[in-house]
């Protein structure tokens, strides 16, 4: 692009490299915006009679084009996009969701081009109506050749960003304890209540037992008949990991372990398995305070139906220090 100044008669179609303000202060033109022939006359009558501009060269596309663009590839889900000033698109959730991002190809984006994207944290939480991604092209235009290469990386790699909804997830949780189930309940119910209230969920399905292997089975095999959402193990015992009462319980009833350890503090006793498409997560200790844990981060994806792996509950650690 090539900046220059000139007579106000013929600025029309360009674009302004600098915002106009009135004396007083008030904004009249931001930056970036195409001059049209409205604007001429309200700057003549404002009594300017030349304006800093530039305009697009062949092989260039303008910024607000290039970030709409970008932003219809690198998304998906529940989200719409919003176009904001400044060569700027905005995405924002339109139901309760949880965030998931692809890092590797958000690095690969942000490194190669005049447009960068900044994103929720991978696995988070968003409420309808939130931000969860911007898009930001170099000020005023952007190479077509750019912009085709990255467009050409989001259509070969997928979208970086979905928007996974949470729609109408059900939770169970089951309260273990070697003395009194009932003991765990009281111990844990608000502090699990006040971790789901967080996500905007609640406790759908509640069962409390004695922590022994055929009590802890029998309580499994009830709450997975419901089919929920997500089953918590609140127990007031810190597991060895899946040879203790909870781990042989899981395997009993079918759980195909997916990992012990997470490389999140407070959090590491996770233990994850599976039953078909449920998950069953054990976390010792997590439910004992409503602080953020490893809970916190587990919960969104499996409240939105995502299947966690144990490769993604390795990649964790960075960020994983929690407090």
């Known amino acids: 692009m090539r900046a220059q100044t000139v007579g106000i008669s013929e600025s029309t179609g360009r674009i302004l490299c600098c915002s106009i303000f009135r004396p007083g202060g008030k904004k009249l033109l931001a930056k970036g915006h195409q001059i049209s022939e409205e604007d001429v006359r309200l700057l003549e009558t404002e009594g300017m009679g030349q304006v800093w501009v530039t305009e697009l060269e ?19 889900g529940c989200l719409e996009i919003r176009l904001a000033a400044g060569g700027r698109a905005n995405l924002f959730a339109t139901e309760h969701c949880c965030v998931l991002v692809d890092d590797e190809l958000l690095k690969q984006i942000n490194c190669a081009s005049s447009v960068v994207i900044a994103t929720s944290v991978n696995f988070s939480f968003a409420a309808a109506g939130q931000r969860i991604a911007t898009v930001k092209s170099a ?51 608000n502090i699990v209540r006040q971790r789901l209230e967080r996500l905007a969920a609640a406790p759908s399905f509640a069962l409390a037992t004695v922590e022994d292997e055929t009590s802890v089975v029998r309580a499994l095999q009830h709450l997975l008949r419901a089919k929920p959402t997500v089953i918590l193990v609140a127990s007031t015992t810190a597991p060895a990991g899946p040879e203790d009462v909870v781990g042989r319980a899981m395997a009993r009833v079918g759980c195909q372990i997916e990992r012990f350890l997470a490389p999140v503090e407070p959090g590491n006793l996770l233990l994850l398995g599976y039953k078909d498409d449920i998950p069953v997560v054990s976390a010792p200790g997590c439910f004992r305070s409503a602080k953020p844990n490893v809970v916190d981060i587990m919960l969104p994806p499996m409240l939105a139906r995502y299947r966690v792996t144990g490769w993604e509950v390795a990649c964790l650690g960075h960020g994983g220090l929690l407090g």
């Not at 084009?65 to 998304?75: L, P, S, T």
């Not at 928007?163 to 304890?177: E, G, H, I, N, Q």
Request: glycine share 8%.
């Open 58 to 76: 062949a092989g260039e596309v303008g910024e607000d084009d290039a970030v709409r663009q970008v932003a219809q590839e690198m998304g998906c």
């Open 139 to 189: 000020p005023f235009a952007v190479a077509q050749s750019q912009l085709e290469a990255v467009i050409s990386i989001l259509k070969e790699r997928g979208p970086i960003l979905q928007a996974r909804p949470m729609r109408s997830p059900t939770t169970a949780v089951l309260y273990t304890d070697p003395a009194s189930g009932d003991r765990a309940r009281q111990l844990f119910e």
